[in-house]
T-cell receptor
Framework: KAGVTQTPRYLIKTRGQQVTLSCSPI?????VSWYQQTPGQGLQFLFE???????NKGNFPGRFSGRQFSNSRSEMNVSTLELGDSALYLC??????????????FGEGSRLTVL | KNQVEQSPQSLIILEGKNCTLQ??????????LRWYKQDTGRGPVSLTI?????NTKSNGRYTATLDADTKQSSLHITASQLSDSASYIC??????????????FGKGTHLIIQP
């Protein structure tokens, strides 16, 4: 079956602009979570969506937002971009089933460069 | 505070040699521990998931061990290949079934295999 699809793979923006990233989860997966990854910081949790509702949010400013649609596809938006927002943004989907391990399946990521 | 510490931060070994990566955690409660492999610029891919009752799990040349008493895990790579060059991330889950808020990520070990 198809994996997690993230678009775009690469993008370059300038400070002050905004960006929207998209994530299509594995078919049947209802949970989508987003992460920011920068060198030396590892994966940092942004937010998680389940059935179109934000379940959890990490410690990021309000410039970072997201949403999930009825087909489980998710988008995240970053407004008023700063140089420090340059990172690899990863999306992961999971089954969200108490009987499951909750294994995450990651997409290939969207590499954002802010100039 | 839940923490996952990985060592070493980086490691260089010759092709064909074995190596062991370490993961120590202070996460409570504990549901499962996962090892992911992340190639440069790509999304992480799951190698193994171990629950409390499992102390060894293999995936090809990768063998993970878990000591839930000492809260330590290791990932052993046998007969390393150039394609093993990647970052290896240890992730501990506090809950079964999902929920990114229950995940604690290590910062990873960057492994380089030299020919």
């Amino acid at each position: 079956k198809a994996g997690v699809t993230q678009t775009p793979r690469y993008l370059i923006k300038t400070r002050g602009q905004q960006v929207t990233l998209s994530c299509s989860p594995i078919s049947g997966h209802r949970s989508v979570s987003w992460y920011q990854q920068t060198p030396g910081q590892g994966l940092q949790f942004l937010f998680e969506y389940f059935s179109e509702t934000q379940r959890n949010k990490g410690n990021f400013p309000g410039r970072f937002s997201g949403r999930q649609f009825s087909n489980s596809r998710s988008e995240m938006n970053v407004s008023t971009l700063e140089l420090g927002d340059s990172a690899l943004y990863l999306c992961a989907s999971s089954l969200w089933d108490p009987a499951d391990t909750g294994e995450l399946f990651f997409g290939e990521g969207s590499r954002l460069t802010v100039l | 505070k839940n923490q996952v510490e990985q060592s070493p931060q980086s490691l260089i070994i010759l092709e064909g040699k074995n190596c062991t990566l370490q993961c120590n955690y202070t996460v409570s409660p504990f549901s499962n521990l996962r090892w992911y492999k992340q190639d440069t610029g790509r999304g992480p891919v799951s190698l193994t998931i171990m629950t409390f009752s499992e102390n060894t799990k293999s995936n090809g040349r990768y063998t993970a061990t878990l000591d839930a008493d000492t809260k330590q895990s290791s990932l052993h790579i046998t007969a390393s290949q150039l394609s093993d060059s990647a970052s290896y991330i240890c992730v501990v889950s506090a809950y079964s079934g999902g929920g990114a808020d229950g995940l604690t990520f290590g910062k990873g070990t960057h492994l380089i295999i030299q020919p």
